[in-house]
């Protein structure tokens, strides 16, 4: 098993800026990637960055050029540096990591870190 703690969570104007955290604990031998989604209300929950342990990063087109993932190997960290924030950003974020074990595939999720934008 893989244990999950955000936060860095909060309100914040748009225009504004919020860091995430993510650590992860537990089994965290051969976890492959890192990331967010988040889930607006009355939405599907959607990808917003990832990253490898080869530090290769995907990103929403939403927001490319505004959030910065990264991690922090040695303290199973990962981060997301959301700058420029929209109203549209507002959403519970949702850290998740990926891990293989003998060929088969482990998705974890954390709880939750609330990001609310006013306008």
């Avoid at 990331?35 to 929403?60: D, N």
């Avoid at 959403?91 to 954390?110: S, T």
Wanted: proline share 2%.
């Amino acid at each position: 098993q893989v244990h999950l703690v955000e936060s860095g969570g909060g309100v914040v104007q748009a225009g504004g800026s919020l860091r995430l955290s993510c650590a992860a604990s537990g089994s965290i031998f051969s976890i492959s990637a890192m990331g967010w989604h988040r889930q607006a209300p009355g939405k599907q929950r959607e990808l917003v960055a990832s990253i490898t342990t080869g530090e290769s990063a995907i990103y929403a087109d939403s927001v490319k050029g505004r959030f910065t993932i990264s991690r922090e190997i040695a303290k199973n960290t990962v981060y997301l540096q959301m700058n420029s924030l929209k109203p549209e950003d507002t959403a519970v974020y949702y850290c998740k990591v990926h891990k293989y074990n003998n060929g088969i595939r482990y998705d974890y999720w954390g709880q939750g870190t609330q990001v609310t934008v006013s306008s």
